[in-house]
């Protein structure tokens, strides 16, 4: 995990090599973008560093071909091959640094509007959304911690997430209890009005009396609304319901 700008091989010592035994500077440039190949702002660097160094080569040699005594067609010649072995090389770098640059910036907004605006933690989750892999992702987020671009946030390694450390919203807790306090008005209003409905309903009289005709001894008896008697003489029950 790399948080600062420091590259994993000092280019002080691909310079060295390179004057001494240039075979190892190649190696050691190898392996030290091999190490960076997660680290999207020390690429950038990689980059930088070899089109500098390819740029700084071209010149070189550049100036070795006025300074020996060779026919015009044959620095032509020259400059036509050093060019294609260090001038494009050179140029094909601080272009690729240029758009690894860009793209990085383009990603650390899109990671600073899914934290703070998308409330957005889980990094796997904004690995899918960039199209990086998570490890990249990490090492982006790291690196934007440490240039202060996520305030009141950092990156918890062991869960894989972005903490934010300070988020109040006291704004938002306000609004809603005053939410809350206007429902639970609108609910008892809404009760009171259904009581006082109610108890503004008429009470609708009962039913008048009624003779009911026994089933049994075909004897008539006069009911109230939901009375119940036995007949007086066959012993039928009678109900008025």
Not at 40 to 49: A, E, G, N, S, V
Request: glycine share 6%; net charge neutral.
């Amino acid at each position: 995990m790399a948080t600062d700008n420091k590259p994993s091989i000092h280019g002080g010592i691909i310079i060295a090599t390179l004057i001494i035994f240039f075979p190892i500077s190649i190696i050691l440039m190898i392996i030290r973008s091999a190490k960076h190949r997660n680290i999207t702002h020390l690429r950038i660097m990689d980059k930088q560093f070899y089109g500098g160094l390819l740029l700084s080569l071209f010149l070189f040699m550049f100036l070795m071909m006025f300074v020996q005594s060779t026919t015009n067609y044959d620095r032509f010649i020259s400059i036509i091959g050093t060019g294609l072995i260090f001038l494009l090389p050179s140029l094909l770098n601080f272009r690729r640094a240029s758009i690894l640059k860009k793209d990085l910036e383009n990603r650390m907004e899109q990671y600073h509007f899914m934290i703070y605006e998308q409330e957005v933690s889980l990094i796997a989750h904004m690995a899918q959304v960039v199209n990086q892999n998570v490890e990249t992702v990490t090492n982006e987020l790291t690196h934007m911690a440490a240039l202060g671009r996520l305030p009141d946030a950092y990156v918890h390694l062991p869960t894989g997430q972005v903490i934010l450390t300070n988020r109040q919203k006291p704004a938002a807790s306000f609004s809603a209890t005053n939410n809350l306090t206007v429902n639970l008005a609108a609910d008892l209003l809404g009760l009171a009005a259904t009581l006082e409905s109610t108890q503004e309903q008429p009470k609708e009289p009962p039913p008048p009396p009624k003779t009911i005709e026994c089933f049994g001894c075909g004897s008539k008896t006069q009911l109230q609304y939901g009375e119940q008697k036995t007949c007086e003489y066959c012993g039928s029950v009678l109900h008025y319901t």
